[in-house]
């Protein structure tokens, strides 16, 4: 524990979840919502408040400051790193957060739709509160602790280093993105203004977990082009490519290759949205493998499952576009050792046993890997993302911030 101080990651937590922050993957605009430069605002005025002179909102929702490094070594710059927008998979509209103190191992029936039940059975990681608070959402909506509980970690560290000045650290970076949980969230990044060496995302769940290995993730969109008629007038004539698009689902894979039946560090091509009409369709398509070199054979595969579709259309036109998203950051970082070290020495410190798992996923440390900031990624405790069933337990975002604490010192100590 953090001696001599109140911790301010629960309160910032309950404030942040109530902006509405959801991304949208249809948009076309930097950040895809103008609302999340909401508390983009807020955090960079908080940030000026704290102390930190150069902080700053820019106008593609991005949050960039310095705590300036308060030591004569010459420790490398570290940058932590946490995206404001929400998922659109589930309502980010008025959020309402509910503090559960004291929790005793009991069902939670969220009161806003009562049909909505935590269970415990259903996720086990609740054991470890009883006798602990813990915060969900109130059954509308999500929660938001993807990612505002990484953003008020790395807010409550900034606080907590500005008022410990005892703490030695080199030049550390705060950095909050929009758009992550829609791919973009490095896609208007100023890694110049950013300037740091290395980073960590606060991304993660489960106490413990420390993650250098994602996905590597290519999009697929598949677009058929159809020939259209009049339905009075259409016998022989018309190619519905709404019904091409369909046969395409339907000739995919039923017991494999999709995320409902694969896991561990098994891949999968999952159609994600079908848009359309009769004349022309499209089907987009997230392919994902721990493997790049698995993802243009899952593409391969995908086409000719494709191909051998329309062939019993001859008139339709299908194009098949291949856009790469991001790569398995762990083929940057094994390059970088340090980076996982460090953070495991911090860990073991504060009592933590390091889990140490592939995400089945991305992060924005994926890109900034490759971007030239190797970035793995650290718990924060949020469970059930995604969902109204989301929720997080208030001791598991103290210990994220104890362990940032002595993860800079690490840095700090084994620097020159």
């Given at each position: 524990?953090?001696?001599?101080?109140?911790?301010?990651?629960?309160?910032?937590?309950?404030?942040?979840v109530?902006?509405?922050t959801?991304s949208?993957?249809l948009?076309?605009?930097?950040p895809?919502t103008?609302?999340?430069?909401d508390?983009?605002?807020?955090?960079?005025?908080?940030?000026?408040?704290?102390?930190?002179?150069?902080?700053?909102?820019?106008?593609?929702g991005?949050?960039?400051?310095?705590?300036?490094?308060?030591?004569?070594k010459?420790?490398?710059?570290?940058?932590?790193?946490?995206h404001?927008?929400?998922?659109s998979?589930?309502?980010g509209?008025?959020?309402?957060p509910i503090?559960?103190q004291?929790?005793?191992?009991?069902?939670?029936?969220?009161p806003?739709?009562?049909?909505?039940?935590i269970?415990p059975?259903?996720?086990?990681?609740?054991?470890?509160?009883?006798?602990?608070?813990?915060?969900?959402?109130?059954?509308?909506?999500?929660?938001?602790?993807?990612d505002?509980?990484?953003?008020?970690?790395i807010?409550?560290?900034?606080?907590?280093?500005?008022?410990?000045p005892?703490?030695?650290?080199?030049?550390?970076?705060?950095?909050?993105?929009p758009?992550?949980e829609?791919?973009?969230?490095?896609?208007?990044l100023?890694?110049?203004?950013?300037?740091?060496d290395?980073?960590?995302t606060?991304?993660?769940?489960?106490?413990?977990?420390?993650?250098d290995?994602?996905?590597?993730?290519?999009?697929?969109t598949?677009?058929i082009?159809?020939?259209?008629?009049?339905?009075?007038?259409?016998?022989?004539?018309?190619?519905?490519?709404?019904k091409?698009?369909?046969?395409?689902?339907a000739?995919?894979p039923?017991?494999?290759?999709?995320?409902?039946?694969?896991?561990?560090?098994?891949?999968?091509?999952?159609?994600?949205?079908?848009?359309g009409?009769?004349?022309k369709?499209s089907?987009d398509?997230?392919?994902?493998?721990f493997?790049?070199?698995e993802?243009a054979?899952?593409?391969?595969?995908?086409?000719?499952?494709?191909?051998?579709v329309?062939?019993?259309?001859p008139?339709?036109?299908?194009?098949?576009e291949?856009?790469e998203q991001?790569?398995?950051?762990?083929?940057?970082?094994?390059?970088?050792?340090?980076v996982?070290t460090?953070?495991?020495?911090?860990?073991?410190?504060?009592?933590?046993?390091?889990?140490?798992e592939?995400?089945?996923?991305?992060?924005?440390?994926?890109r900034?890997?490759?971007?030239?900031?190797?970035?793995?990624?650290?718990f924060?405790?949020?469970?059930?993302?995604?969902?109204?069933?989301?929720?997080?337990?208030?001791?598991?975002m103290?210990?994220?911030?104890?362990?940032?604490?002595?993860?800079?010192?690490?840095?700090?100590?084994k620097?020159?």
């Amino acid at each position: 524990m953090l001696s001599n101080y109140q911790h301010t990651v629960t309160e910032r937590f309950l404030s942040y979840v109530k902006i509405d922050t959801q991304s949208n993957a249809l948009s076309n605009t930097h950040p895809s919502t103008e609302k999340q430069k909401d508390l983009s605002r807020i955090l960079a005025k908080e940030l000026l408040e704290i102390g930190l002179e150069d902080a700053e909102a820019d106008e593609f929702g991005y949050v960039y400051a310095t705590i300036p490094s308060n030591t004569s070594k010459q420790v490398p710059t570290v940058c932590f790193c946490s995206h404001i927008d929400t998922t659109s998979d589930c309502s980010g509209e008025n959020v309402k957060p509910i503090l559960h103190q004291n929790y005793q191992g009991q069902d939670i029936i969220l009161p806003d739709d009562i049909t909505q039940i935590i269970s415990p059975l259903k996720y086990p990681y609740l054991n470890n509160f009883i006798g602990k608070d813990i915060i969900t959402a109130s059954g509308l909506t999500l929660l938001g602790g993807d990612d505002k509980s990484g953003v008020a970690v790395i807010m409550d560290l900034a606080n907590y280093l500005t008022k410990h000045p005892e703490v030695k650290h080199g030049t550390l970076k705060i950095l909050f993105t929009p758009d992550e949980e829609i791919g973009m969230g490095t896609a208007k990044l100023d890694m110049k203004k950013l300037n740091a060496d290395f980073g960590y995302t606060l991304d993660s769940g489960e106490l413990g977990c420390f993650e250098d290995e994602t996905f590597s993730a290519d999009a697929v969109t598949i677009t058929i082009t159809g020939v259209s008629t009049h339905p009075g007038a259409a016998k022989g004539v018309m190619i519905n490519a709404v019904k091409v698009i369909a046969d395409i689902v339907a000739a995919l894979p039923k017991d494999t290759w999709s995320p409902e039946t694969t896991e561990k560090r098994e891949g999968f091509v999952h159609p994600l949205r079908i848009d359309g009409i009769a004349e022309k369709a499209s089907i987009d398509f997230i392919i994902r493998s721990f493997e790049t070199s698995e993802l243009a054979k899952y593409e391969e595969r995908l086409k000719a499952i494709a191909e051998k579709v329309i062939a019993d259309y001859p008139n339709a036109v299908m194009n098949f576009e291949v856009k790469e998203q991001y790569r398995n950051m762990k083929e940057i970082l094994d390059q970088h050792p340090q980076v996982v070290t460090n953070a495991i020495t911090a860990f073991e410190r504060v009592g933590l046993k390091v889990i140490k798992e592939p995400i089945r996923g991305g992060t924005d440390g994926s890109r900034l890997s490759f971007m030239g900031l190797p970035c793995p990624n650290i718990f924060t405790g949020m469970q059930a993302i995604h969902s109204k069933y989301e929720w997080i337990g208030i001791s598991d975002m103290e210990k994220s911030v104890e362990t940032l604490v002595e993860l800079v010192k690490v840095w700090e100590e084994k620097s020159n």
